[in-house]
């Protein structure tokens, strides 16, 4: 009874903001300094999306959305796109995850800098569910940002600070300067950010060995503080209109990253008491300074432009781990560890685009080399736990073309193809494992055409795409170290694991302001959260990774009109996974689909304040080995207005109001079961204050070439 009226509620605040943004839309549009609710009439928008070049592209210059905020706010309304709703600032795009930024070409590796561009400098958003050959095959997908071309010299100062209020305080201050003249501009900015945190984690474990039923309730709590600072210096040479070249410098320094955390569960063995276990412990990371450092070229050659990008990476962490563990009938542990990471990168880019057949060909080849030392050490030697020093290296050396035309007046064709070879050394103290350093040769094709019916507004927009892509380990799923969870549980990674091959279906429809996306993924030796019991102790469960392979279906429908003082936004998602997999008690198929449901409502209300109200819900399903066991509401508001002639803005809002965007999953495993659940400071009010003077945006265009390997580290 309570799932079908939390489902009812759902439906109805989805549905009931409808009235409250027809009474905004029937606003006098004669007279913008009265803007009252009582007059009537209304101004529409044309449709701002279209279908070009295998992307989705929404216009933002002279258009409401340019009245947004900031670029992230622009994102949040942009359709295909959406926030998650339990990590402020972090946009996906919607069917595909966490997508690669990038504005004016250039990668964007810190997403508070989406924070830091204004709505009205953004001409255009770029969505490309579908990336094609000359993105990197590890990239499921892309946003891209063009700003407007500004003009003018001298100094420019651009000032946020942020602050945020839950059960502990959080904040975000960042200064950006500016100065240009003529074809040099040169730019820094300096940013520090963050506060005290914490996750309270309800959950239990049921393992299953031949002669016992394992039962351990768990409650567990965390809590800590960090602190970063970060900044970024760097310069744009404009030689002429036809060469330009540049370097940007980026460094983080972690300045606290302290974590306490509890453990205490109570020991059933077929139903009948066995121990009650408290483990308590801290964690310390001493950082390395992280260092970003990426060289451009972009110039004109014969008919043709040339690219030349290069990227050095270097970052490495320091972790101090201390667990107490106090048992109520066995000995009592003392778990120390010291885990040291140290990662570099190296990687080059070299691309040329000319015109050829009507169309456009580019042409260009990639490299990347990683090394990542991993070294843990623990003094307990008992139940698979040892110290270890690895060493990860991977080549990727990857060549691709591209060609894409307009055929007939009325087709829009790109097809492209992307050869990768990838070469894996991993050792154990010191000594290579060939069985682990495997070498993958793999070609991923891409494909897309996009075509009309009709002119105008209710012109019919339709796209089909494919395209073959990887999602490699990230090193840690790769690392053989055994971290120490209790005497019941431990944590590994998988050095066997295998890169996922995705082959991705796309059909996207766009009419006026519906659009209608329809996709089917299929996962070759997907990458799935799996755990075993260790052999000499069946009473222990080992969790790790495992390479299985299942196909995603997933139907998106999205309604997005443009009136003058009102502009909503209505989107609908399904997704159902097909995987089967042989788990305690049997085979189980985990089949059952999950719903979303989302909406955004902006509001240009009298005195030049502007509204926002955010409401999502989703319901019970299944993905992957995963049952979600909770129904999920998120709802956020918040209003904006600018001071000072458009100079300074101030944002005051709240967040997760309902608090409820913490999760609860049933993770299904060989002879185990997990229950895990947790919310934490999501719940929160903040004031936003954004000044800018003279600001004018960079216009670095490096398109750093080690973005999607960071992610997996």
């Known amino acids: ?60 210059e002279n258009t409401p959305l340019a009245k947004a905020g900031t670029a992230e706010d622009v994102l949040k309304q942009v359709p295909g796109l959406m926030q998650k709703g339990d990590q402020e600032g972090t946009i996906e795009v919607i069917g595909k995850g966490t997508p690669i930024f990038y504005i004016n070409g250039r990668q964007v590796r810190d997403l508070s800098e989406l924070k830091q561009l204004s709505s009205e400098e953004v001409k255009h958003v770029e969505v490309i569910q579908t990336p094609g050959a000359k993105y990197d095959a590890n990239v499921a997908a892309v946003v891209r940002i063009r700003t407007v071309r500004r003009k003018g010299e001298g100094w420019g100062v651009d000032a946020m600070q942020e602050y945020r209020q839950g059960r502990y305080a959080n904040d975000n201050s960042r200064l950006k300067v500016n100065y240009r003249r003529k074809g040099l501009d040169i730019f820094a900015v300096a940013g520090l950010n963050g506060g005290r945190f914490y996750w309270n984690s309800p959950s239990d474990q049921l393992t299953v060995t031949p002669d016992t039923l394992w039962y351990l309730p768990m409650g567990q709590n965390m809590k800590g503080k960090q602190l970063y600072a970060d900044y970024t210096a760097g310069f744009n040479y404009d030689v002429d209109e036809n060469h330009s070249f540049g370097l940007r410098y980026q460094a983080k320094q972690t300045l606290k990253s302290t974590g306490y955390f509890s453990l205490d569960s109570r020991i059933l063995a077929n139903g009948e008491y066995y121990d009650q276990l408290l483990s308590q412990g801290k964690e310390d990371n001493d950082a390395d300074l992280q260092h970003d450092l990426n060289l451009y070229y972009v110039g004109k050659l014969s008919k043709g432009e040339l690219s030349v990008d290069l990227s050095l990476y270097a970052n490495g962490d320091n972790k101090t781990n201390v667990t107490n563990e106090t048992s109520q009938e066995h000995d009592d542990r003392y778990v120390p560890s010291v885990s040291r990471t140290r990662n570099r990168l190296w990687a080059a880019k070299v691309a040329y685009e000319w015109p050829w057949l009507g169309g456009k060909v580019s042409l260009g080849t990639q490299y990347q080399l990683t090394n990542r030392h991993d070294d843990y050490y623990i003094p307990l030697n008992n139940f698979g736990l040892q110290a270890t020093n690895t060493k990860q290296e991977e080549k990727n050396v990857a060549g691709f073309v591209q060609w894409s035309a307009v055929l007939a007046r009325r087709y829009q064709l790109s097809a492209g193809l992307r050869y990768e070879h990838a070469a894996y050394d991993y050792s154990t103290e010191g000594v290579h494992n060939p069985d682990l350093s495997p070498t993958y ?98 009473s222990i469960t080992k969790i790790s990774f495992l390479n299985k392979s299942f196909t995603q279906l997933q139907g998106i429908l999205t309604y997005a009109p443009r009136f003058k003082y009102w502009q909503p936004r209505f989107t609908a998602v399904y997704t159902q996974t097909f995987c089967e997999l042989p788990v305690m008690n049997g085979t189980r198929k985990f089949n059952n689909p999950l719903f979303h449901l989302a909406t955004v409502q902006v509001f240009k209300l009298p005195a030049r304040i502007d509204l926002t109200a955010v409401y999502s819900f989703q319901t019970k399903g299944n993905y992957q080995n995963v049952k979600v066991d909770k129904l999920m509401h998120y709802t956020e508001l918040y209003a904006s207005r600018s001071f000072l002639n458009d100079a300074l803005t101030v944002t005051l809002g709240c967040q997760d109001l309902l608090h409820n965007v913490g999760s609860r999953n049933l993770i299904f495993m060989e002879n185990s079961r997990f229950l895990e659940s947790g919310e934490g400071d999501t719940r929160q009010v903040y004031l936003k204050l954004h000044y800018k003077f003279n600001a004018m945006r960079d216009k670095y265009r490096g398109k750093s070439a080690v973005e999607e390997i960071i992610k997996r580290l």
């Open 1 to 60: 009874m309570k799932k079908h009226l939390e489902i009812i509620i759902a439906i109805a605040v989805f549905i009931m903001l409808l009235p409250i943004g027809l009474q905004v839309k029937a606003q006098d549009h004669r007279t913008d300094s009265l803007r009252t609710l009582s007059e009537a009439g209304v101004t529409v928008y044309r449709p701002v999306a279209k279908l070009k070049d295998g992307a989705m592209v929404t216009t933002v």
């Open 441 to 538: 040769n793999n070609l991923f094709p891409s494909f897309s055409l996009a075509t009309a019916f009709g002119q105008g507004a209710k012109a019919l927009q339709l796209m089909f795409s494919y395209t073959a892509k990887t999602q490699r380990p990230q090193y840690g799923q790769l690392s053989n170290k055994v971290t120490y969870g209790n005497r019941f549980l431990m944590q590994s990674g998988n050095p066997d694991l295998k890169p996922t091959i995705i082959h991705s279906v796309n059909l996207t429809l766009v009419r006026g302001s519906w659009q209608a996306v329809a996709m089917m993924d299929h996962y070759q030796d997907g990458i799935l959260f799996w755990g075993r019991s260790l052999p000499d102790h069946p």
